[in-house]
């Protein structure tokens, strides 16, 4: 079984910076693909960004390209979320996802943890 947890969020306001990083309690993800989601009041969650096991391969959002950054720490298994430019509408719960395999950009992740809120003041 794997735990995840999210820390780093925070209130920030327009244009700031936050990191989020994602650890695991349990065992080790390095050999997990790594996933951001996000979810707003009233809005279904939504992809993020996504780091292949070995960190060469990631995706994004294009709503966050340019501005978000995923990387994975030196032993791979912590995954960071580096957010720049931060705007009012990436206000959410922003979560932490794991699965085997293929990085994909849909919730079909095996493992989630149990969120961390951002808020962007205008």
């Known amino acids: 079984q794997v735990q995840l947890v999210e820390s780093g969020g925070g209130l920030v306001q327009a244009g700031g910076s936050l990191r989020l990083s994602c650890a695991p309690s349990?065992?080790?993800?390095?050999?997990?693909?790594m996933g951001w989601f996000r979810q707003a009041p009233g809005k279904e969650r939504e992809f993020v960004a996504t780091i292949s096991s070995s960190g060469s391969t990631t995706y994004y959002a294009e709503f966050v390209k340019g501005r978000f950054t995923i990387s994975r720490g030196d032993a791979k298994n912590t995954v960071y979320l580096q957010m720049n430019s931060l705007k009012p509408e990436d206000t959410a719960d922003y979560y932490c996802?794991?699965?085997?395999?293929?990085?994909?950009?849909?919730?079909?992740?095996?493992?989630w943890g149990q969120g961390t809120q951002v808020t962007v003041s205008s």
């Open positions: 349990g065992r080790t993800v390095s050999d997990y693909v």
């Open positions: 996802a794991a699965r085997r395999g293929i990085a994909i950009v849909t919730p079909a992740y095996d493992y």
